[in-house]
């Protein structure tokens, strides 16, 4: 294809396609599509390539926070407060709001209630009231959870350590704990009680239901070394594998990785506190410091968009810059 | 005969000094088996604990000191001894080795994390 202008319907001397060319050289999209079962994902560039249309009218959608650390004031981003008010500003500025958030952990940086406090009162700044939580191990640091747990399962009906399930317009959704009990030597973990809970729960669902699976350590091994797994997951997976259309949501590494196993699509989240190294590029994970005006960049949230009946997914990750 | 000169006098005193106080460098070496005061340091670092084994004699103390930017615990394994809370940046840990044998702990946060205390007589 050449770079031509082909359409140039308002005269401003960028086209479309142009326009999505350009969008994607800024590394502003990668877009996601679960159609009939088969899954491509393509980067905006291919997208003005192929002229496919982008998700337009849909459903359901809502929207992915993670990791903001509300308390971690180091090097890395010495005001975290306000990078996750920038987050909540720009769910504010969208057209159509999500119809809720999911937090998929690492609320705070140590588990203090005036840290938790800080998130809730900036937190009411959200156009968008319902917001559904998974724990980081950040949360749970010295009470093995017992303050998030009174915090922030009000709205659901949590079992165990805080796992729960829900129904959204047809899409069953599940948050998931592997942050507690974890054991030396071991990475993050279900445990049996809450496998055993998660066979059950959806045992009576259709197979072409829609899942969303969301908890903070990725459930795929992202980089064992690090800690970047969890090391039953392949059992929770087992008990989604007869689904048409499952997407787990993660946090914990704060950056964007995605793989595609069958009919899974595992994707993990940026943060809005600070970035991490890419698995094995550093001594060792933790906060990335980074120059100044390229910290935005590495920050973002994910916005997640279904159409009922279509069978189709959309996962789109956007930058705070 | 030497006679001793006011110099050859500080001579001798000197060397009694030194005496003296090899003395009592030996002592102190001596003292150090039994020595409840001595510091034995863990830098957690780079999400690991340095030195990753340690040995130790009953009675000593033993210091964990987080220089990550991450909060790590230390904890038994075989819950053997009381564990720490959280440690923030440059936050300390101290514990006071029991029974001889080998200890191993890790972070609760980071599981990977691991070490060993050997606790000596």
Aim: charged share 20%.
């Amino acid at each position: 294809m050449s770079d031509y202008i082909s359409h140039d319907h308002e005269h401003d001397g960028i086209d479309r396609r142009g326009f999505l060319q350009c969008m994607a050289w800024a590394g502003t999209g990668l877009l996601w599509t679960v159609s009939g079962g088969v899954l491509a994902s393509r980067t905006l560039a291919q997208i003005a390539k192929t002229g496919d249309l982008l998700p337009t009218a849909t459903d359901l959608s809502f929207l992915q926070i993670s990791d903001s650390h509300i308390g971690f004031s180091k090097e890395a981003n010495k005001d975290v407060t306000e990078t996750f008010k920038i987050a909540l500003d720009r769910i504010n500025a969208m057209p159509t709001p999500p119809s809720f958030l999911i937090h998929t952990g690492d609320i705070t940086q140590l588990s203090k209630p005036e840290e938790f406090d800080t998130f809730d009162e900036v937190l009411k700044s959200c156009r968008t009231k319902d917001v559904f939580y998974v724990p980081g191990e950040h949360d749970v640091l010295n009470d093995g959870g017992k303050l998030y747990r009174e915090r922030y399962l009000k709205s659901v009906e949590a079992k165990g350590s805080g796992w729960y399930s829900f129904n959204k317009n047809g899409v069953h959704f599940i948050g998931l704990v592997n942050v507690l009990d974890l054991q030396a030597g071991g990475l993050g973990q279900l445990g049996d009680e809450q496998l055993e809970w998660l066979e059950a729960d959806v045992k009576g669902l259709s197979a072409s239901t829609p899942i969303v699976v969301f908890a903070h350590i990725p459930l795929w091994a992202v980089y064992p070394q690090w800690g970047w797994g969890t090391s039953d997951s392949e059992r929770a997976l087992g008990y989604l594998k007869r689904f048409g259309s499952v997407t787990v949501l993660n946090g914990h590494i704060h950056q964007v990785l995605q793989k595609v196993e069958g009919n899974v699509t595992f994707h993990t989240a940026m943060s809005t506190a600070f970035p991490q190294p890419a698995p094995g590029t550093a001594a060792s994970p933790g906060p990335m410091k980074v120059p100044a005006e390229k910290l935005r960049s590495l920050l973002g949230l994910t916005s997640v968009q279904y159409k009922q009946g279509k069978t189709a997914l959309a996962v789109v990750d956007s930058n705070l810059s | 005969m030497t006679t001793l000169t006011p110099k050859n006098k500080r001579a001798a005193l000197l060397c009694g000094v030194a005496f003296l106080n090899l003395s009592v460098f030996a002592l102190a070496g001596q003292m150090k088996n039994v020595d409840s005061t001595k510091q034995n340091r863990i830098e957690i670092k780079d999400f690991a604990f340095n030195p990753k084994t340690i040995t130790v004699k009953s009675g000593e103390k033993i210091t964990w000191i987080n220089r990550d930017e991450e909060p790590h615990t230390v904890v038994s394994v075989e819950k053997q001894f009381k564990k720490s809370s959280a440690l923030d940046t440059d936050q300390e840990f101290t514990i006071t080795a029991g029974a001889p044998g080998t200890y191993t702990y890790f972070c609760s946060v980071h599981p990977k994390m691991t070490g060993t205390i050997v606790v000596e007589k």
